[in-house]
């Protein structure tokens, strides 16, 4: 049973001591502070070779477009961390199925997004190209999305990648039929 319509899909590399891929109790302890938090998602893999067809994420994306949020989460550490072949490839995969999935849906749809690089001081507008102070996002990325009038335009700036880690935030809109309004977003900490 789906109590939200959310979902959430993690890709771990290297130290895997939060969660073993494939595990089927679906959520991550946090134990940041006194009390463990549950985070749950929908599933979890250590595959960055083929992370997109192993995990299934075309409906992470259809999920998005059609008016839920999927949020994907990659992560890895040390030696093992996720490298950056791994991470054009995945990009390229996701902006193809962002691409397939608006053209099969609804070819109107209106978008905007937010790429960001994130570090402890500041964040980096990749849309601007621009550094603002890290308090921008003391209420989130809404003052960060901008209108997406041209998508290739947009994926030529995410297939660019990022050195630091970021985040894409997309929202979708759809009036078609019945308004939609999905949200995906894609947290990378490229560590």
């Given at each position: 049973?789906?109590?939200?319509n959310?979902?959430?899909?993690?890709?771990?590399v290297?130290d895997?001591?939060?969660?073993?891929?494939g595990?089927?109790?679906?959520?991550f302890?946090?134990k940041a502070g006194?009390?463990?938090?549950?985070?749950?998602?929908?599933?979890c893999?250590?595959?960055t070779?083929?992370?997109?067809?192993?995990s299934?994420?075309?409906?992470y994306?259809?999920?998005?477009i059609?008016?839920g949020?999927?949020a994907?989460?990659?992560?890895?550490?040390?030696i093992a961390?996720?490298?950056?072949?791994d991470r054009?490839?995945f990009?390229s995969?996701?902006c193809?199925?962002?691409?397939?999935?608006m053209s099969?849906?609804d070819p109107d749809?209106?978008?905007t997004?937010?790429?960001?690089?994130?570090?402890?001081?500041?964040?980096?507008?990749f849309?601007?190209?621009r550094?603002?102070?890290?308090d921008?996002?003391?209420?989130?990325?809404?003052?960060?999305?901008?209108?997406?009038?041209?998508?290739?335009m947009?994926?030529?700036?995410?297939?660019q990648?990022a050195?630091?880690?970021?985040?894409?935030?997309?929202?979708f809109?759809?009036?078609r039929?019945?308004?939609?309004?999905?949200?995906?977003?894609?947290?990378d900490?490229?560590?």
């Amino acid at each position: 049973m789906q109590l939200q319509n959310t979902k959430v899909y993690v890709g771990l590399v290297g130290d895997q001591t939060i969660a073993q891929p494939g595990d089927t109790t679906k959520y991550f302890l946090n134990k940041a502070g006194a009390e463990a938090e549950r985070i749950f998602v929908d599933g979890c893999t250590g595959d960055t070779k083929n992370l997109f067809a192993q995990s299934g994420l075309q409906s992470y994306v259809q999920h998005a477009i059609q008016g839920g949020t999927s949020a994907l989460f990659l992560s890895g550490t040390g030696i093992a961390r996720m490298g950056d072949y791994d991470r054009k490839s995945f990009m390229s995969d996701l902006c193809q199925a962002i691409n397939q999935s608006m053209s099969q849906y609804d070819p109107d749809m209106s978008m905007t997004y937010a790429f960001i690089g994130v570090t402890d001081s500041k964040v980096v507008d990749f849309h601007r190209d621009r550094t603002v102070t890290a308090d921008r996002l003391a209420h989130g990325l809404g003052g960060l999305q901008h209108e997406v009038e041209d998508w290739d335009m947009v994926e030529e700036k995410v297939l660019q990648g990022a050195t630091l880690p970021f985040v894409l935030s997309l929202h979708f809109e759809s009036l078609r039929d019945m308004p939609t309004n999905g949200h995906l977003c894609v947290v990378d900490m490229n560590i």
